[in-house]
């Protein structure tokens, strides 16, 4: 099982971008998809967490109204907007059996793409 997460980049603040997950090497109709990030100094936090089959779909309050979870096939979406500087981090995508906003309670990890908001 492989999670190959990409899209990050340099924004503006109120800026928009969004960081893609394809999912390789297993059939994922019974996972659920997570995005996690990470800022500098700081422990991983929950974003976002979709149901793959049945679209139930969760947020974080802090990115609730601005990011936007959604899945295609094999790919999970991460639309980020109204970006602000305090959502600068590594973000990471994640696979696991059900919806959790726990890191622990997900199998599989991507290697991270980098979002950085300036001021």
């Known amino acids: 099982v492989q999670l190959q997460a990409s899209g990050g980049g340099l924004v503006q603040a109120g800026g928009s971008l969004r960081p893609s997950c394809v999912a390789s090497g297993s059939t994922f109709s019974e996972y659920a998809m997570g995005w996690f990030r990470q800022a500098p100094g700081k422990e991983r936090e929950f974003v976002a967490t979709?149901?793959?089959?049945?679209?139930t779909r969760f947020y974080s309050d802090s990115v609730k109204s601005r990011f936007t979870i959604s899945r295609d096939n094999a790919t999970v979406y991460l639309q980020m907007n109204s970006l602000k500087p305090e959502d600068t981090a590594v973000y990471y995508c994640a696979a696991g059996p059900f919806i959790s906003i726990r890191g622990a309670d997900y199998d599989y990890w991507g290697q991270g793409t980098l979002v950085t908001v300036s001021s």
């Open positions: 979709i149901k793959w089959s049945g679209g």
